[in-house]
């Protein structure tokens, strides 16, 4: 598999979406995006949205890839750019795995979501908050759905740390429709930043 590794000092500039994984090629190995420092920043003049996707394998293969953030920042400045686990519609060739690490940092963001599993097609999605900070985008459309349909996301011992930025949008609400689950190690949920969050997983 691939790593790339963004270390103190470093940048990576990308003015579209970014792939973490395989796209259509018959791949079996896992590939990585570590950030330890420095900066990720997507941005689009035209508005298109920049995506983070995380496994994206459609040939029917089992494909695994893995975000781990550390220090520095990934920060996508569109209005719907999105952390997406697996690809937009599955079908039966899909079989991904993705996992999200945020150990510190901070990842901003419009949405934070999994793509479609259509027929027999699979994927699998963990985002595990550990310390680090997820800040929604402020001119996000997306507040309403801004973490939802992930099978799996954990509060480890460093916690959940989450800046609304002054989110207008859904009467100021960000809204995660997603059950945030013990991770072990007694993390809490910290809120930071103007605006409301609101949380409505079971």
Avoid at 69 to 84: F, P, V
Avoid at 160 to 179: E, F, L, M, R, Y
């Amino acid at each position: 598999g691939t790593t790339l590794d963004l270390k103190t000092g470093g940048s990576l500039a990308c003015a579209r979406s970014f792939v973490v994984g395989t796209l259509t090629n018959v791949d079996t190995n896992t590939h990585r995006l570590k950030i330890s420092g420095g900066t990720a920043l997507l941005t689009n003049s035209s508005a298109i949205a920049t995506n983070i996707v995380i496994g994206n394998n459609t040939s029917g293969q089992t494909s695994t890839a893995i975000i781990d953030i550390t220090g520095g920042e990934l920060n996508s400045q569109t209005a719907d750019g999105s952390i997406r686990f697996g690809p937009t519609s599955g079908g039966n060739g899909t079989n991904c795995t993705g996992t999200l690490n945020l150990d510190g940092g901070t990842l901003t963001i419009s949405r934070v979501y999994q793509g479609a599993e259509t027929g027999t097609g699979l994927i699998n999605s963990t985002f595990n908050f550990n310390g680090g900070t997820l800040k929604a985008f402020s001119g996000t459309i997306n507040a309403a759905t801004f973490m939802t349909g992930l099978d799996f996301a954990y509060v480890k011992s460093g916690g959940a740390i989450i800046n609304t930025d002054g989110v207008i949008g859904n009467s100021g609400n960000v809204v995660i429709a997603q059950p945030l689950l013990d991770g072990t190690g007694g993390g809490g949920l910290t809120k930071e930043g103007t605006g409301t969050l609101t949380l409505t997983g079971a």
